[in-house]
């Protein structure tokens, strides 16, 4: 794991993201059944519910968490954390046609367009409240364009382009709420897949 450190810590949390797809493509191939996802993300949010209540409550000074969370992660749930969550209620709640593209969405669209278009990011508020963080406007069309590409190779073009819109949205509008940040690590997959359902249901 260590090698990660040649990466740079950017491009390594990319990695990190990309590395979540293994889930949804090994069911995609048929290595791994619907129910055995399912079984696999609910034991990985228990596993992931004792490390970050040992990490912020009693402190687990590991050289990886430095190395990959952000700043506001540090005295917060990290991204990793909150991916888990979210992945873990869409594979709960929805069927594989919404719920596939949808995890794909963060662990692909996101890093990928994060990679092609890094634009300026600006914000919204007074920051005591409630604050937006806003990406730039070159970086959202990247993320529409990937993650309704994704969306195309599991649904039809209408809830592929409801799941990239609802994906965009999710991406590149992150609020903060009296100091804590709501992590589009947490807010993609739900949007997504809400996105994606809408669409089905409208053709």
Same mark, same amino acid.
């Given at each position: 794991?260590? =090698? ?6 950017? $491009? ?13 493509? /090994? ?27 040992? *990490? !912020? ?14 700043e506001y992660e540090q005295d917060n749930l990290a991204g990793y954390? !909150?991916?888990?969550?979210?992945? @873990?209620? $869409? ?15 963060? @662990? ?9 278009? =890094?634009? *300026? ?13 806003? +990406?730039?406007?070159?970086? !959202? /069309?990247? @993320?529409? $364009? ?17 799941g990239g819109l609802a994906a965009t949205v999710a991406d590149g509008? +992150?609020? $903060?709420? /009296? @100091? ?5 690590? !947490?807010?993609?997959?739900? /949007? =997504? ?11």
């Amino acid at each position: 794991m260590r =090698s990660l450190v040649g990466l740079g810590p950017e $491009v390594a949390r990319r990695g990190v993201h990309v590395s979540g797809s293994a889930l949804p493509l /090994a069911y995609v191939v048929d290595v791994l059944t619907w129910g055995q996802v399912q079984a696999i993300l609910v034991a990985a949010l228990a596993a992931v519910v004792v490390l970050e209540v040992i *990490r !912020l409550g009693i402190g687990l000074d590991w050289w990886i968490y430095e190395y990959l969370t952000r700043e506001y992660e540090q005295d917060n749930l990290a991204g990793y954390a !909150l991916a888990v969550i979210s992945a @873990t209620a $869409v594979v709960l709640i929805a069927p594989p046609p919404i719920a596939v593209p949808a995890l794909l969405m963060l @662990t692909l669209g996101d890093p990928i367009s994060g990679l092609l278009a =890094s634009g *300026r990011i600006q914000s919204v508020g007074d920051g005591r409240y409630l604050e937006l963080i806003l +990406k730039a406007p070159r970086a !959202l /069309a990247v @993320t529409f $364009v990937v993650c309704t590409t994704i969306g195309l190779a599991f649904v039809a073009p209408v809830a592929a382009l409801f799941g990239g819109l609802a994906a965009t949205v999710a991406d590149g509008v +992150k609020p $903060v709420i /009296a @100091t804590y940040v709501i992590d589009d690590n !947490l807010t993609i997959p739900l /949007a =997504s897949a809400a996105g994606i359902a809408l669409g089905l249901a409208i053709v």
